[in-house]
């Protein structure tokens, strides 16, 4: 099962390994520019020493030109000064140079080179004036081998900056080779990121969305509402408790549709407020009696049913509430009701107050008989003796903790077999605790038994 951590390490090493492919091109790049730029200072130190090496042989010419046009004899030294000169700068191309094309070229010109010193040291040694024919042809051999000697040179500098050219070339095209790498790979790894966060968010959002469309139609009362499990991961794990949590709702739980049934079915008026004391629940028989319907008494406060206002009208004042808020229970107390004519109906009252766990008031649960007089105990429409009996307490009808729970679970329906399944009991013994509550009632009426429940807290 892929968990959305392991997913999200499978995203780390996907990212790190694009990462480290591009970070492999772009040290290959480096090295690649690293190599050529040292290649290329080795060719630069060719060429500059072969330029050197070309000025250095020209300037030993030019000192024997100048000898021939002054014949002073310092040309002479200056002569030995730069052939001193010139065979130094021979012997640091020989360490520098690399090519064997540059290599022979230098030693074609060293031949040359020596020829030109020996023919130099003989035109020295010469009476110019008198010997000018030796002079000319020793001159002429000097101007013809010198020229060769240079070419050489100029042959080691061409040679030196076509390979200059061809590294220049070569580091254009890893520059470029590189950048566009490190660019489609960069596109290529974004790409990546898009398509895993696309699928690794549906993968999250569309099962939140059915979980949330599973609330809503929840929260409208439909408890067999399932989210399907489209993912086996952490959310999958979660949905899954969900739908177990929602299943023990299901079995344990009063659907509103069955809690109004049950509230159809009541003889009696039944009347929910909240705890601003304005309606929210009030049963058909509550608008039978009253002349409502529904849209028009929930909202409605519960003061105007007891007749403290009527159409801008006060009437004696009705210390029911006030009563039931000091008292948090009233049993069988004769008041009045009043309809929406305003014509006044005797009932028999009992309320309970709503408290949640910090014992905070959250509304009133008020259940009336309808009579005919006040002094008149009997009720117009009853089905059992307990719904023609005044309604008793808890306190009055003490039932164990073991019978409330059944009581509950027979409100919701449940039969003697599902009871007994749901709390590791026996058929018998259920059977037993709903006989011993329906005589402690005194009732074998069902709905007498939610009535009860309900005014009581039970359910």
Known sequence: MLTIKKKLLIAKIVILVLFSIIALISIFSIQNLSKTAHKMEKEYNEVHAAQELQISFQQVLLAVKEYLIQRDSKQINNFDYFLLQTNIKMVECKKIFTHDQNKEHLVNFEKDFTKVTSLSKKLFKLNIAVDTVATGFI?????????????????????????????????????????????????????????????????????LNSLMQTTQKIALGNLSAKTEILAHDEIGNLIESFNNMIGILNRTTVSRDYFDNILSRMNDSLIITDVNNNIMVANQATLDILGYNEKEIIGLPFCIILGEKI????????????????????????????????????????GSLMLDVNDAVKGMICIANYHTTENNTTILNHENSFESTIIKTVDEIP?????????????????????????????????????????????????????????????
């Open 139 to 207: 001159i002429d051999e000097i101007s013809s081998i010198s020229n060769l000697a240079v070419e050489e040179i100029n042959k080691i500098t061409k040679e030196t900056e076509r390979e200059m050219r061809i590294y220049i070339e070569d580091n254009h095209k890893t520059n470029i080779s590189g950048k566009w790498s490190v660019i489609f790979t960069g596109i290529f790894a974004v790409f990546c990121l898009f398509i895993f966060s696309h699928f690794f968010l549906k993968g999250i959002i569309k099962p």
């Open 311 to 350: 159409n801008n009208e006060v009437f004696a004042k009705n210390t029911i509430i006030n009563d039931l808020t000091k008292q948090k229970q009233l049993h069988n107390i004769y008041n009045s009701y009043f309809s929406k004519k305003g014509e006044k109906i005797p009932v028999l009252f009992s």
């Open 399 to 459: 039932l164990s903790k073991r019978e409330r729970e059944i009581m509950k679970l027979i409100a919701e329906e449940r039969s003697n077999q599902e009871i007994a399944e749901l709390l590791f009991i026996s058929v018998r013994t259920v059977e037993t605790h709903r006989k011993n509550i329906m005589q402690k009632l005194h009732t074998k009426s069902v709905i007498a038994l939610v009535k009860y429940a309900a005014l009581n807290g039970i359910i």
